[in-house]
Nanobody
Framework: QVQLVESGGGLVRAGDSLRVSCAAI????????IAWFRQAPGKEREFVATMSGTGSNVKYTDSVKGRFSISRDNAKNTAYLQMTDLKAEDTGVYYC??????????????WGRGTQVTVSS
């Protein structure tokens, strides 16, 4: 069973960039499809981006296309979400999630505890 630990959140200004990381512990990250979700105060958790185990299949929610970039370094067992041109509406707790490659559906059984990203306007 893999454990996921996020890091790199913080307080930034609108227009700034920030990279959050997700370290996988206990299993090789390469066997998992990874995803980033976020939850703003008072709102439901929403999907942000996902990347397949080989990195060949990447998807983003529309609101972050062109600004965010998901990546992974399987040798370091770490995934990343590079965020640029941050906006106040990007504020929230960012969660890393994983599911075994080739698993049907969109459920993610493994989750980290999240890292807070706050964007001041």
């Amino acid at each position: 069973q893999v454990q996921l630990v996020e890091s790199g959140g913080g307080l930034v200004r609108a227009g700034d960039s920030l990279r959050v990381s997700c370290a996988a512990i206990g299993r090789a990250l390469s066997v998992y499809t990874i995803a980033w979700f976020r939850q703003a105060p008072g709102k439901e958790r929403e999907f942000v981006a996902t990347m397949s185990g080989t990195g060949s299949n990447v998807k983003y929610t529309d609101s972050v296309k062109g600004r965010f970039s998901i990546s992974r370094d399987n040798a370091k067992n770490t995934a990343y979400l590079q965020m640029t041109d941050l906006k106040a509406e990007d504020t929230g707790v960012y969660y890393c999630a994983a599911r075994p490659n080739y698993t049907p559906g969109n459920d993610y059984p493994y989750w980290g505890r999240g890292t807070q990203v706050t964007v001041s306007s």
